[in-house]
């Protein structure tokens, strides 16, 4: 009686035993397919090197003996990087067939298998030339979601065996249904990501290869004291480094210089496709150009200047051929940002122009690489669209651009402003003489006078350095013999056409802050 029971049980068990190792195999294989996919996909948002898979292969790369290295290419050739992965893929699934039989729900062997691999994926991540602890992170994501889908797959696939039905076939439908959608999640992640990292380092690949182009007419040089030099002080050219980065861009625009075309249309006589190469056959200027946001408060540092090299606007206008009543060029960028630019200061003989490079380098991806529009005396929020594939010509009557339909001034000259950049606020100050310094700027009018005061007496006139252009900052100091106790400092400047820039504290909305720029110190 007992042995046939027995008997029976065995026979039925075997072929669902197996059946239920191979779920469970299948599982663990589904779950590390997840790890890879949300790790692929977290490292294209961050940066591809951070790819789990990846990370390990290069490492294995790097620190292989050179014999291995050797043999490899000697018995694969060309090939050595293709049997690398599918040496990789082969050990991965392998590891994870086995963690998705050993997991229980007790004691999750499978699980910690997982998280082993992971540990290996995030020290080869985090080992990766230019690495932060942020190339961790792809791989922790992925670990999380790998064992998620480890733990439930691995449950689902058991049920069975504690029904009472033989052939029960609910659970098990269940458990290809969770399957089949986490290996489809784990796919569609791990694709969207290899092909949005491939992306990226087509963009890397396409900026080093960029060329600066070759300039005849070079921006003026910076006479002595234009940069006054004094320490904690701002410089006069801005580092690409330091530069205040604004945009509405989640994920920065990875164009390539082939990606790349400018396509402009609308209230012209001849529409214009320029390609990468048509742009670059043309002439073109380095300046210094001083870029402002209109959200910069008073004394803030949304503002920077750097040379630029680029191809006149004007002219490409002049050779689409502008309807006269045509009286706004919108431009938008690859990532349908928009800005609406008076036609007028295009054509009015400043240097606006479509920037290719920045302090002698490749547009940053940040600021807009491989092309962006540079405008001296507007705010960048009307002029200075970065990755700017499309013109428009149009009217202000007609057309609205970004922030415009979000209540900000349709036109946006800069105003006239100063700061005071040293001392820095509340610094300890000894009395006597304290050299104070800073910054003013009224882009494509020009900076006339700086006045400093003490306490709200009278007006002294600041020392200006020599003025590089109208187009660009102007570094300013003023000699304080500073006595003991509380003291107000206040700066404001007048820029060429006599404009004395404005006492009444506004917010930056609708176009731009005004208001003197004050700061207190103890003298003590
Ligand atoms: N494509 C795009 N271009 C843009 C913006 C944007 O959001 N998207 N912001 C503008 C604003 S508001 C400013 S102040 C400047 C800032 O340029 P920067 O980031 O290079 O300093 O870019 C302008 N160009
Ligand atoms: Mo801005």
């Given at each position: ?102 997991e229980r729900p007790r004691a999750p062997f499978g ?236 054509r009015d003989g400043r240097d606006a122009i479509l ?93 006339e006078k700086v006045e400093v005061r003490v306490d ?69």
């Amino acid at each position: 009686m007992t042995t046939t029971i027995g008997d029976r049980h065995e026979a039925a068990r075997t072929p669902r035993r197996r059946r239920h190792l191979f779920s469970r195999a299948l599982a663990g294989v589904i779950a590390a397919g997840m790890v890879l996919g949300v790790g692929e996909l977290l490292a294209a948002l961050i940066d591809p090197n951070s790819s789990p898979f990846y990370a390990v292969g290069s490492t294995t790369v790097d620190r292989s003996p050179a014999w291995a290295r050797e043999f490899a290419i000697h018995t694969f050739g060309t090939n050595d990087k293709p049997a690398l992965f599918v040496g990789m893929t082969i050990l991965i699934v392998l590891l994870a067939a086995i963690a998705g039989i050993v997991e229980r729900p007790r004691a999750p062997f499978g699980s910690a298998i997982l998280a082993v691999l992971g540990l290996v994926g995030i020290v080869a991540a985090t080992q990766r030339p230019a690495a932060t602890w942020m190339y961790a992170l792809p791989t922790v994501v992925g670990v999380v979601a790998g064992i998620a889908v480890l733990r439930v797959l691995t449950a689902t696939a058991r049920a069975p065996e504690n029904s009472d039905s033989e052939d029960s076939w609910l659970p098990r439908r269940t458990f290809l249904l969770l399957a089949a959608g986490a290996a489809a999640t784990a796919a569609a992640a791990g694709a969207a990501g290899r092909y949005l990292g491939q992306q990226v380092a087509g963009a890397v690949d396409n900026r080093r290869a960029f060329a600066i182009p070759g300039v005849t007419d070079r921006a003026a040089a910076i006479a002595p004291g234009t940069d006054i030099g004094v320490p904690g002080g701002t410089p006069f050219v801005t580092s690409n480094e330091d530069f205040y980065r604004i945009d509405t861009a989640l994920r920065v625009p990875r164009l390539t210089t082939d990606d790349w075309q400018l396509r402009i249309h609308g209230m012209v006589d001849r529409e214009l496709t320029l390609s990468w190469d048509d742009l670059i056959a043309r002439t073109p200027v380095e300046r210094l150009i001083t870029l402002t946001c209109v959200s910069n408060e008073v004394g803030g540092n949304l503002a920077g200047n750097a040379t630029w090299i680029g191809y006149p606007i004007k002219d490409i206008l002049d050779e689409a051929g502008v309807h006269p009543d045509a009286d706004m060029l919108l431009s938008t960028s690859s990532d349908h940002f928009t800005a609406g630019t008076p036609v007028a200061a295009l054509r009015d003989g400043r240097d606006a122009i479509l920037a290719v490079a920045m302090n002698g380098q490749p547009l940053p991806f940040e600021h807009g690489y491989p092309v962006r529009q540079v405008v001296p005396g507007l705010y960048g929020y009307v002029s200075a669209t970065k990755w700017v594939v499309d013109w428009e010509l149009t009217r202000f009557d007609k057309a609205e651009a970004y922030w415009t339909k979000r209540g900000w001034s349709a036109e946006g000259p800069i105003k006239t402003a100063s700061r005071i950049d040293v001392p820095a606020a509340f610094a300890p100050t000894a009395p006597g003489p304290v050299l104070v310094a800073g910054t003013a700027w009224a882009q494509h009018r020009g900076i006339e006078k700086v006045e400093v005061r003490v306490d709200n007496g009278a007006w002294q006139t600041a020392t200006l350095a020599p003025q590089y252009s109208i187009d660009t900052w102007r570094q300013w100091t003023w000699e304080w013999e500073a006595a003991a106790g509380l003291h107000t400092l206040q700066v404001r400047a007048t820029d060429l056409d006599g404009n004395v820039q404005v006492e009444e504290r506004t917010p930056p909305i609708p176009g731009g802050a005004t208001g003197w720029h004050t700061r207190s110190f103890t003298v003590a």
